[in-house]
């Protein structure tokens, strides 16, 4: 039973993120869309700790993401936040090489999603 209510509040969780997604420019939307898919994937089978910690920073990210979709109405304002440094001791070399790919591809004046609105 506590297993059945663990795997809603996940999925519940990863809809409500991709849902919050669609707010982002389109470009921001399919790297974000990508990053969560595959970020929900590979932690699928993973210790409790590790779970709890996963679960309390995905929490964060669709609290601050929402905050400012609702800040911003529809107006294209400032998305994200500073990511503090005492938040790297507690990554792992993946995580931070993760980290800096999704920095380069986000920055990029030519993003490799190169996706065009419907403007029809």
Do not use: C
Request: hydrophobic content about 35%; overall charge neutral.
């Amino acid at each position: 039973m506590a297993q059945s209510a663990h795997v809603s509040k996940v999925r519940s969780l990863y809809k409500r993120i991709l849902l919050l997604h669609r707010f982002l420019p389109i470009d921001l939307r399919a790297l974000g869309d990508q990053y969560v898919k595959e970020e929900f994937r590979r932690h699928k089978r993973v210790s409790l700790p590790e779970g709890t910690a996963f679960m309390t920073e995905w929490e964060n990210y669709k609290d601050t993401l929402q905050t400012q979709v609702l800040e911003s109405s529809g107006q294209r304002g400032n998305l994200g936040t500073a990511l503090p440094e005492v938040k790297f001791k507690d990554f792992q070399d993946e995580q931070i090489g993760q980290l800096y790919e999704l920095m380069v591809e986000s920055t990029k004046p030519n993003r490799q999603f190169d996706i065009q609105e419907d403007t029809k």
